[in-house]
């Protein structure tokens, strides 16, 4: 199977069974740099399967992943997680913020991570956390802000780095739909300037609006749909 031409990240015939029952079988996916792709689904049909075997943090029970045209399941155990680090950023349903750290030092973390110095890192979370409106909060703790606010803390920590691509799992799933979609408006606006790649999973149409084209999966298995323009 080869990836269709020009796809930063890919998946081909990918297969994934907890016991008895097929997560994933024979999901394909593909995404260009810069591109926004919903994955969408009934619950349990293996959306959030597929975006952790893409991530590389579930490892499939056969089938390829390629990002950059490289193997994941070929590479090192270090040198997966050390990609997980620099290169894709990850934001998730309840924004899994650090509650003991301020916001600014939860945006900062993956640059810490990486070896940046305490300043330049928070720097940079600042820079990102203006973009998200949410830079007033930069002294308080998780437990102190809103969700919506929270949320923008989270999609702030995913782009501190410059990933290439970004994971986001039901990004708005706890929140009411006009926090949503400002949350989806400024994640959306923020990945498109650095040409970020964003693999979105929701189940939400008004979420997906903000894609540019999705993927539905459905016992696993997935299928391409045109946006209507
Ligand atoms: N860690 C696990 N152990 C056992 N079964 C699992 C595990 N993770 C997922 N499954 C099963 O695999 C199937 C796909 O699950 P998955 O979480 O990918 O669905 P989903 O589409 O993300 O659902 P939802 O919309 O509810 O989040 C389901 O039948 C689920 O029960
Ligand atoms: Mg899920």
Sequence with gaps: MTPPAGSLLSAQQLRKAYGPTPAL???????????????????????????????????????????????????????????????????????????????????????RLNGTPRRTAERAALSWMQRLEVDGLSGKRPGEVSGGQGQRVAVARSLVTGPRVIFADEPTGALDSLNGERVMELFTEAARSTNAAVVLVTHESRVAAYSDREVVVRDGKSRDVEHDV
């Design 25 to 111: 079988d024979g999901a394909e996916f593909s995404i260009h740099p810069g591109e926004v792709v919903a994955i969408m689904g009934p619950s349990g049909s293996g959306k959030s399967t597929l975006l952790h075997c893409l991530a590389g943090i579930v490892p499939p029970d056969s089938g390829t992943i390629l990002y950059e045209g490289r193997e994941l399941s070929a590479m090192h155990d270090t040198e997966r997680s050390a990609l997980r680090r620099s290169e894709f950023g990850f934001v998730f349903q309840f924004g899994q913020l650090v509650p003991d750290l301020t916001c600014v030092e939860n945006v900062a973390l993956p640059l």
